[in-house]
């Protein structure tokens, strides 16, 4: 009988030669326009937030020592509430000056940490830690810069007289108009998170003892990006384009005149 070892057999896998293919370059013709208007995401905002959140996270079987923590976000809404308007000019569309920007969503943390027993594998903890909250934003954020557009609905009501007594009203008529408008929903996009984290056992453990919870305490910088989808004509001065939309009450920029005020007459 042999003692030497078999040869070590090789695994072939079917292979197909690729046929090189010819390229030429694909003539392009341009045609001019002065004026374009496109209509695309607008960036309002890109804020970031500072969170802070605290949370026990129970360990099974109990833990010697954490190895290795590695986190990330999840965003499961990103809102933006108007809270103070200035109409544009000869529209019935306002921009936003003032807003409330509400986020919410979870902390996804995979801890891996060591147990008591000898050479034992490394265990795997699965945590999601979740946070909300809100800031306020002002618009725009920087001189020039673009605004939330929000168009307001209209609804209007007109009721007639009896036209038999010309007394009392008639109940059983009337004229409705509704003006509705869809506007663009702003929306958000995640851009970075940084974490600033400690995590401890709220019981201190003796070396080489066990622990069962940590305690985390965290500091999330959320950046996100706050968009809303516009009309943008390009030339050389670049205007957002809003459409006029004519209601029974056209919009009027009101005029205020300031009081006048008389000094004080001392007797």
């Known amino acids: 009988m042999s003692n030497q ?10 292979s197909t030669e ?15 326009l002065v004026t374009p208007t496109i209509k695309v995401p607008v960036v309002l905002a890109e804020p970031t937030l500072q969170i802070a959140v605290e949370a026990d996270i129970t360990l099974t079987p109990a833990a010697t020592e954490i190895k290795r923590v590695k986190k990330h976000v999840f965003l499961n809404q990103v809102k933006l ?21 509400f986020v919410a969503g ?6 891996e940490y060591a147990s008591a027993e000898c050479n034992g594998a490394l265990q795997d903890r699965i945590a999601d830690v979740p946070f909300s909250g809100f800031t306020d934003l002002t618009f725009p954020q ?47 996009e995640l851009v970075a998170a940084n974490f600033f984290e400690l995590d401890f056992s709220p019981v201190m453990a003796d070396p080489e003892g066990t622990f069962d919870t940590l305690r985390e305490k965290i ?6 990006k706050v968009l809303q989808v516009q009309q943008i004509r390009l030339g050389t001065g670049t205007n957002v384009i809003t459409p006029n939309l004519t209601g029974l009450t056209p919009p009027v920029s009101p005029t205020v005149t300031p009081p006048v005020i008389h000094p004080t007459e001392s007797c």
């Open 5 to 14: 070892l078999d040869p070590i057999q090789s695994c072939p896998v079917t």
């Open 18 to 32: 690729q046929i090189p293919l010819t390229t030429a370059t694909t003539p392009l013709v341009a045609t001019p």
């Open 81 to 101: 509430v108007p809270v103070a308007f200035t109409r544009i000019a000869g529209t019935d569309f306002f921009m936003v000056t003032r807003a409330k920007l």
């Open 106 to 111: 979870h902390i996804r943390k995979n801890i």
């Open 142 to 188: 920087t001189i020039g810069g673009p605004f939330p557009i929000l168009g307001i609905s209209e609804f209007a009501e007109a009721n007639f007289l009896n036209e038999t007594t010309q007394m009392d009203a008639r109940l059983d008529k009337a004229f409705f108009q509704n003006l509705v408008k869809y506007n663009e929903q702003p929306f958000g």
């Open 219 to 224: 500091v999330l910088e959320l950046t996100v």
